[in-house]
């Protein structure tokens, strides 16, 4: 069976990283990377369709790597306090959910993330205080702190 040499346009699952030339099954090629944009005949063209490719990725993720920064400077030094409903003064009858989180980031900042960029290690179900993170990609991670106070207690001035 004759193997035709393609140039990835793409990362491929168990076939190779963006910019590799590799040798797969004509039918593959034809009927799969060809057809969803993965990969091109190995040419010159293409090589020079490649490297503009690339140049256009690097440029939007630079761009997005900026506007992180920008939003994550907002962020910096972010202090949230949250009251509940204890059962005893430390246990909560519920917990402070992720979306409790992100809507208090909102009220507080006016910035609102996505559910996907909060990272919380555990779900928060006592009193205390916890410093989760925020990823928004590119290397940029924010930690804030959050405060969980009991709603019944005394606010202490």
Request: charge should be positive; avoid cysteine.
């Amino acid at each position: 069976m004759a193997h035709i040499e393609v140039m990835l346009m793409d990362n491929v699952k168990k076939l190779g990283k963006s910019g590799e030339i590799v040798k797969v099954a004509p039918g593959y090629a034809r009927n799969y990377l060809f057809t969803k944009g993965l990969a091109a005949v190995a040419t010159e063209a293409a090589k020079r369709r490649l490297k503009k490719l690339e140049a256009e990725r690097a440029a939007r993720a630079a761009e997005e790597k900026k506007a992180a920064l920008e939003v994550a400077k907002k962020l910096e030094k972010l202090e949230i306090t949250v009251s509940a409903a204890t059962t005893d003064g430390k246990k909560l009858y519920g917990s402070v959910s992720v979306t409790d989180i992100l809507a208090a980031i909102e009220a507080n900042r006016g910035i609102k993330i996505e559910r996907r960029q909060l990272d919380l290690e555990e779900a928060l179900k006592e009193v205390g205080v916890y410093e989760p993170s925020i990823d928004f990609g590119h290397g940029v991670v924010v930690k804030f702190k959050i405060t969980i106070l009991d709603e019944a207690a005394p606010a202490a001035e």
